[in-house]
């Protein structure tokens, strides 16, 4: 039998029909949840200020990062979990906030790096079923968007070559070592072939971490990049260091 003779044995009837009315009203439910997302990301971002004498400044200089944070960087006290349906909200951490652009520039998103110590570390916690609770949660359009971790410009010239990266401790940490380029974070190992880029791209450099995940994305990230038509070059720490943050501060993994 083929698949649907099995499918109607079974259940007696034929197939499910979606109508485009069906089709449609699931499409709006869909964009509206992405749109109250996305509205989160951006009162968030509203509320935080900028990072310099906060704890998002003492947290990169703990990593090593004594340039100024760009302007893609804020510092906010907000929440770690939102109950959607009721409103419910925990209390405040400190938090890093980054910015999520898409491809026009367009904040859509956050990332938050939550802090302890007035920012000398990141946020640790152990949960009530024994696992670690995340340091850093995204909120808004995450897929394909990016932090741009060399700052953002309206009125410069869009890139031609991008550099591209899993973290925003790394891109920091690039865009220290590599004055002038556009450093671009995906905030995800797993979201770095996604990224959407600006038609002006036509090269990207893929600085990928020494591990096997790392080395998995940017073996993705070449195919992907390479299929959209661009050039595609990639970089690694030196042996010995996981990711060009530890490189940065002498940890050996």
């Not at 905030?187 to 995940?213: H, K």
Request: glycine residues 10%; hydrophobic residues 40%; negative net charge.
């Amino acid at each position: 039998m083929t698949f649907g003779e099995a499918y109607r044995a079974i259940a007696g009837s034929d197939l499910p029909v979606v109508t485009d009315e069906d089709r449609a009203k699931r499409k709006a439910e869909s964009d509206a949840i992405m749109a109250a997302r996305v509205q989160l990301a951006r009162d968030i971002w509203d509320q935080a200020i900028g990072a310099e004498g906060t704890p998002a400044q003492v947290y990169a200089l703990s990593r090593g990062i004594e340039t100024p944070l760009p302007n893609t960087v804020r510092f906010a006290s907000i929440p770690r979990w939102r109950d959607p349906e009721t409103g419910e909200v925990g209390r405040n951490h400190p938090a890093m906030v980054c910015a999520l652009q898409d491809m026009a520039g367009d904040l859509v998103g956050v990332q938050c790096v939550f802090l302890a110590d007035g920012g000398k570390r990141k946020y640790a916690a152990v949960k009530a079923d024994g696992t670690k609770a995340k340091a850093k949660l995204s909120y808004g359009a995450v897929i394909g968007s990016a932090f741009r971790a060399s700052g953002s410009d309206r009125t410069a010239p869009p890139p031609e070559h991008v550099t591209l990266c899993e973290g925003p401790e790394d891109g920091l940490t690039l865009a220290q070592a590599l004055p002038g380029r556009a450093i671009y974070v995906a905030c995800g190992t797993a979201l770095m072939p996604r990224l959407t880029l600006p038609e002006s791209v036509t090269r990207i450099t893929i600085a990928g971490d020494n591990n096997a995940a790392g080395q998995d994305a940017v073996f993705k990230c070449v195919a992907e990049f390479e299929l959209r038509g661009l050039e595609v070059l990639q970089m690694f720490p030196s042996d010995g260091f996981k990711d060009w943050n530890d490189e940065l501060r002498g940890i050996r993994a």
